[in-house]
Structure formats: C-alpha cells, structure tokens
C-alpha cells in the first residue's frame, strides 16, 4: 500500500466479523459463513479497486481458520485470488488459528496453533503480521514474546464488557504501546480503554467492535476532550464491526470512509497493518516498551474438562518426543513422515482451535455439543500424536543395527540437554540378569519394580545424549554391585542431593537441600506442607528400594483415602511425587 497522505487526523476504520466458533453456530454453520464472507468482500474489493486508496474494500479475518477452511473448499484459482489480496493490502489474516485464551494454553501449543500460517507463509510467500487476543478482558505475561518469534509485529485488543471480575476497564495506563517480553522481543499493541461513555454495549473504543457504527464512534474519538487527552495521536485505529454476529455482509466502510472525510481528516477502509505501519513510523519512538502480566479469567474456563485439557497437554508434551523420533528417522527414509501429512497438518491447527474462547457455549451451540466438539478435537490431536510415536520409536528400533541373541533396547532423548534417569523395561518374569551400556561397555545399575501390578526391570540410563539416544543389553547373570540409590530410616529418605522427612499423611514436612549448605525448603504456609492434603494417621513403608531407585508409599485414609508415592532416583536431583 502507498504512504497515507498526512492529513491532519488519520482514522483507519478494520471491518471484521468476530468469530465465536462453536458458540453461535457449529463447524458446518462458520465454514459456510467462512466461504460466503471471504467471496463478498473479494467481489468487493474487486468492484472498488478503481476508487482512491482509502475508499477501496478491505476485511480482516480474525483467525487462520478462515484461511484453511476456503483453501479446502474452493479452487485453486479461487484460492490464489485470496492469497493475491492479502499481498496486496487488501484482506489480512492474523497467525492465531482463532480468538482463543491463551493464559490457559500451553506455550508450545500457542507456537503450533500457528503452523498452519506459517506453511501458507513459507509456500506463498506472503506476510502475517498480526496477532490477536479478543474479547478476553485480560492477557497473559510472555504471549508477546511466542507471537514476536513467530513472526508478529502487530496486535489490538478490544474486550467485552461482560462477564468479568476486572477492575477499571475504562481507565487503562496506556492506550497504546510496546508489549514487552522479558527476551527484549515486543509487539506493537492497540488496547484502548473501554469507553462506555459512547454506548453502553460493545461497540464503544476498547470494544471488541468499535466500528459498529463508525459515525458515532469518529464524532466521538475526533470531538471528545476526554479521548483526546488520553490518546494525544493524530493517527487513530478503530477495529471491529460484527460482535457476535454469524456473519456480516455490507459496504458501510467504503460508504463511512468517503463521507466521513473532511480536509481536516482522512479515513481510511482499513487492513490493521497499515494503522500501525503509520502509527509506528510516526509515534513509535514516542512509546514505551510495558511488559506485565493481566491475569487469566476466562481462560480458567478449561479446567471444566479437566481430564480432557489435561490429555491435550500431556499430547503436547509427547509430540516432541514423537517428533524426535521421527526426525531421526526420516534423516534416512526422508519419505517417513509424507503419510503423515493431512494427519499433521489437522493436529497443529487442532492446537489452536481445543482452546478456542468460547468455553461458557451459552450461546446457540448447547453445552453438550460444545463438549461433544471438544472432546473430538482432543481425541484427533491425541491419536495423531499416539500414532506418530508408535510408528516412529518401531521404525527408529528397525534401524539400530544388533549382533547376537541377547535382549536389546535403546533409549531415547527428546530434548535439547544431555540427561540421567530412569527407565522400565517390560519383563515376563523375574530372572538373574544385568544390564550392559553398549556405548561405555560397562555394566549399569538394574533392579526390579512392579508398576501397576506388573514386573518391569528398572534401568538407570545416565548421560543420554540431546536429541539422541544409547543401546543397552540385557545379559543372564550377576553384574556389578551397586549400592541402593537412597536410604529410608522411619519416615526420613536420604540420598546424595536431599534429606526428606514425610509425614503418615505424604506431606513432606523437611526438605533439606545438602548441595546448598543443607538450606531447608519445606515450610509450614496456612497450616499446610508441601504434598498436604490435610488429615492425620496413615502408615508409610519401602514400596521398593535398589539401586537405581528407592520409592516410599504412604497410605492415608484422612480426609480421603489417598495413597502417595514419593521417589529419589541415583545420580538424579529430581524428586518424584506420586
């Protein structure tokens, strides 16, 4: 787009449609409003492109979503043509799959929610700039910083003035400026105060849908002290105009901008992105970088589905195994991951969309059907994930070269440092047999447990390398003695790293740290320990004990019946609680 000419006053007026996915009509229901919206301002703009550069049509998808719906229900050509008006300035597209809330997401699932927008980037060469978190009234501390890597530059918040606890909404500290991260990244951000001063709804500056009516809201923001003083700039954003509409069809924009310029001021049919490439170009140095966090509330909405949320964040943290493995493999069958790709592609967005803002589904889309949809999107990323692992750590197994009859296993490391713990090998029965590391030659520390009632050969795996991984064997015989890896006297365990004493309940009521001058780290906080689920009797015994580790089980029957496992493991600083 071309340099705004520098009238005294520039309003940049976004047409949108805020998407509440699965909240006022299913996935049918947005992928044909998705289609319809994406055809009628494309024809628009196409209609209007012979007009000066401020009155031309232009429309603001709120997610990705919109992107991967028309891309798999339209041509090619058709698609091409909505690819071509984003590089021109004409339609844009955040990296977020959709308004999700984010303080309940976990980070790497905020940075895979985008993939789908970074692929459309890497094969089209096209920019996404923005990214946004709507409605939500507040923001969680460091999504600057995932958004800043990925790629964005820009984001606005408008909020509801709905079911909130938040204080002062109408009187922010600042209206605009630098959200910061303590990575020194930061992304410029639109987050005006919410004036209900204009009306009463939404639709006021600081709303989600500030253009609801765009003559109400430039008389105000052009003759109002009151917004002046708290926004000093000439160059002013107004963002939003469907709220909760399914869909919006009309040319308000193009009409309100040719009526509502003056000499005196210029409005522009507004992409986002060029407010703020006018805005910092002009006021950017005049701006502080601000990083803080403003709390999680709606956010808190997914521990509704608790087991549920929590299957997608286990499946989070297994992707990056999964994918280890599978990147090892395909460094030799680079074809490995080709059958995988639809599967892929589905789960990365599926990251974005379980989170989706609409967790309350009050709306037209019942409750039950809103859990029915998030219980499906769980159930897709995690049977990609599950499928991925399997195939990947069988396929990694085949390509391990073995000589001789002896039982072989090898052991993975997913992340990015060396590491030393614990692993269970299946075994049918208990028999006489040591463990060998074929990298060093010498013989591990081994022992048996049972976990969940069935035998496992616990094996000490030290010093497996980042993203890599050592082959062990298992031999008949009597190997190296090893001393047990922790000592239990009454209710006190011990080991190198901590001395813990444990109560008959499972608290742990001391933890003395020995490599930091024996510093104590448990302290007694509102009548509770560490681990303390409150009530008193119970009986504590060695579940296990060897060297590889020593586990302590301590059952209670106050206030409820619970049983608590607490594990040190050798050559390891971690405590394990179960």
């Keep these: 787009m071309t340099q705004p000419c520098l009238a005294e006053k520039r309003i940049y007026l976004a047409p949108d449609d805020h998407t509440d996915y699965m909240w006022t009509a299913d996935e049918a229901g947005y992928r044909d409003v998705f289609l319809q919206t994406i055809d009628h301002y494309l024809d628009q703009m196409d209609a209007t492109e012979t007009l000066p550069a401020p009155y031309q049509a232009r429309w603001n998808a709120d997610g990705s979503l919109w992107l991967w719906e028309y891309q798999k229900n339209r041509s090619t050509a058709q698609f091409q043509r909505l690819i071509n008006r984003i590089k ?4 844009s597209v955040p990296l977020n799959v959709l308004v999700l809330s984010n303080g309940g997401t976990p980070a790497e699932a905020i940075l895979r929610g ?20 709507m409605e939500n009234q507040t923001l969680p501390y460091g999504l600057s910083s995932l958004w800043a890597g990925s790629g964005a530059r820009y984001s606005w918040k408008g ?15 600042r209206e605009i400026y630098y959200l910061g991260g303590r990575d020194q990244s930061r992304v410029l951000m639109k987050w005006n105060s919410l004036l209900m001063d204009i009306t009463d709804d939404n639709t006021s500056i600081g709303a989600y849908a500030e253009g609801r009516d765009p003559a109400t809201t430039i008389n105000y923001i052009d003759n109002n002290p009151a917004f002046a003083a708290r926004y000093p700039f000439p160059v002013i954003g107004v963002f939003g105009k469907g709220e909760d509409d399914l869909m919006t ?24 992105v060029d407010f703020f490439r006018d805005f910092e170009l002009n006021h950017g140095e005049e701006l502080e970088t601000f990083a803080a966090s403003y709390g999680n509330e709606w956010e808190l909405y997914i521990a509704s589905m608790a087991e549920v949320s929590a299957r997608v964040k286990r499946a989070v943290e297994k992707l990056r195994t999964a994918e280890a ?7 030799k069958q680079p074809e490995f991951m080709s059958q995988s790709a639809a599967t892929r592609d589905q789960a990365m967005l599926n990251l974005g969309l379980y989170f989706e803002h609409n967790w309350t589904a009050d709306g037209p889309v019942t409750r039950s059907e809103r859990a029915e ?8 990323v995690t049977s990609y994930v599950d499928t991925l692992h399997d195939a990947a750590r069988q396929q990694l197994g085949t390509m391990i070269a073995r000589s001789g009859d002896k039982r072989r296993f090898y052991v993975f490391n997913s992340l990015s440092w060396q590491r030393t713990s614990y692993v269970d090998v299946p075994m049918h029965r208990q028999r006489l047999v040591y463990v060998v590391d074929l990298t060093t030659g010498q013989t591990v520390p081994s022992q048996y447990v049972f976990v969940d009632g069935q035998i496992r050969l616990r094996v000490l795996a030290r010093d497996i390398p980042s993203v890599g991984y050592k082959v062990y064997e298992i031999r008949a015989g009597t190997g190296e003695w090893f001393a047990d890896a922790a000592s239990v006297n009454d209710n006190v365990i011990e080991n190198r790293f901590y001395r813990i004493v444990v109560s008959n309940t499972g608290a742990i009521t001391s933890l003395i740290d020995k490599t930091r001058g024996n510093r104590e780290f448990a302290r007694r906080i509102n009548n509770r320990w560490i681990n303390d689920l409150g009530g008193q009797g119970g009986s504590i015994a060695i579940e296990n004990a060897g060297p590889v580790s020593v586990t302590v089980r301590i059952i209670s029957a106050n206030p409820y019946w619970h049983t608590t496992r607490i594990t040190l493991t050798r050559d390891s600083d971690r405590i394990e609680i179960q």
């Design 373 to 380: 949809w998030q219980r499906r999107i769980e159930g897709e």
């Design 159 to 173: 909020v509801c003035g709905c079911a909130t606890h938040v204080p002062h909404l109408s009187n922010r500290e």
């Design 325 to 331: 493995l599978a990147t090892m493999v395909s460094l």
């Design 249 to 272: 069809l009309d040319d308000e924009f193009v009409i309100a901008a040719q009526q509502l310029s003056t000499p005196k001021r210029q409005v522009f049919v507004s992409n986002q």
């Design 88 to 91: 021109d300035g004409h339609f």
């Design 114 to 133: 985008m993939y789908y927008a970074g692929s459309i980037q890497r094969s089209y060469q096209v920019d996404f700039p923005l990214a946004i978190a």
